[in-house]
């Protein structure tokens, strides 16, 4: 096995297994919570639980698509299974957008009604919670930034651990004033909290599934080194995508002048461009197509001394 092969399969493992690990933790808080919510009426609580029941259901589809991930390519899926991180992250994150709302209009209704609460029950409940999620937020620390799966993930255990702070809070007010509507008034922070930055994460991984530009590359740039390197007259159908974190793919119709088809220029070419697009955008995949310039092209390139 080749040594990058190693290390790319070594930050994979610890991810699973780290998602594994948070998963068991996130469906323990998620039973007691839930018990919790029943005996002390906590919207907070209860909203608290319906966040860790996405995180079940999110870390599941996670550590799934994760194996999945392993799977070797085929005829038929010729980039393995490598996108399904990116749908399961999707799903967590269209879903928790949901419950995000949900849990925002349910809290509104009971600052107009708010119900009694049993704020000693929630005290104990809000703080297995928030211990559980801190021991969670460490364990998913070291891979937060290996996958999208494992940002969703990350995100999910810190909104939680935030969450679940916000239970305690609201708890302790309720228990030392009485004022009931700390409970509601901390399941909007919940949902507030939630919101943004679930749609931040929702957002990227549609742009994955719509073939968008990676964030941070700029195309124009692209298309400036390809154009300016020597013997090149233009350059169109530039297209860039994601297929999955880490992995940009790049295809391009690139226009050379006639002389490169018969005096053997189109390899080297193609090893300068390649170089180009890995040492200056980190494109490692990129797939070009060399077309002659028709009758009377123009000539507009800017040289790229770097890229010649």
């Not at 005290?123 to 799966?149: D, E, Y």
């Not at 740039?221 to 999955?244: C, K, M, N, P």
Request: glycine share 10%; hydrophobic share 50%; net charge neutral.
């Amino acid at each position: 096995m080749r040594r990058g092969d190693q290390q790319s399969q070594r930050p994979a493992s610890g991810t699973r297994r780290a998602l594994a690990i948070v998963l068991g933790i996130s469906t323990t808080i998620l039973g007691v919570e839930v018990g919790g919510a029943v005996l002390s009426h906590s919207l907070a609580l209860l909203a608290d639980a319906g966040h860790m029941l996405t995180d079940v259901a999110g870390l599941g589809l996670a550590l799934l698509a994760a194996f999945l991930a392993r799977r070797p390519s085929t005829d038929s899926l010729t980039w393995g299974y490598r996108r399904a991180e990116v749908l399961a992250a999707a799903a967590q994150a269209a879903v928790l957008l949901a419950v995000g709302l949900l849990i925002l209009a349910e809290a509104v209704q009971r600052l107009i009604a708010p119900p009694a609460i049993a704020a000693n029950a929630v005290l104990i409940f809000g703080a297995i919670g928030l211990a559980g999620n801190a021991v969670s937020a460490i364990v998913m620390h070291r891979s937060r930034n290996t996958s999208f799966n494992a940002r969703a993930a990350t995100l999910e255990v810190l909104n939680d651990a935030v969450g679940s702070l916000a239970v305690l809070v609201a708890a302790g007010v309720v228990l030392v004033t009485g004022f009931t509507r700390a409970d509601p008034i901390a399941s909007a922070v919940i949902a507030v909290l939630i919101l943004p930055r679930t749609w931040k994460l929702l957002r990227e991984t549609v742009d994955v599934l719509l073939e968008a530009t990676p964030r941070g590359l700029d195309l124009s740039r692209v298309r400036g080194h390809i154009e300016g390197t020597i013997h090149v007259r233009g350059v169109h159908d530039l297209h860039v995508s994601l297929v999955a974190t880490g992995l940009p793919v790049l295809t391009a119709h690139v226009v050379v002048d006639e002389d490169c088809f018969h005096d053997g220029h189109l390899p080297g070419l193609l090893h300068r461009l390649q170089e180009c697009l890995m040492g200056h955008f980190d494109v490692e995949h990129s797939t070009i197509q060399f077309e002659p310039l028709p009758p009377g092209g123009e000539i507009g390139s800017r040289l790229c001394h770097g890229c010649r």
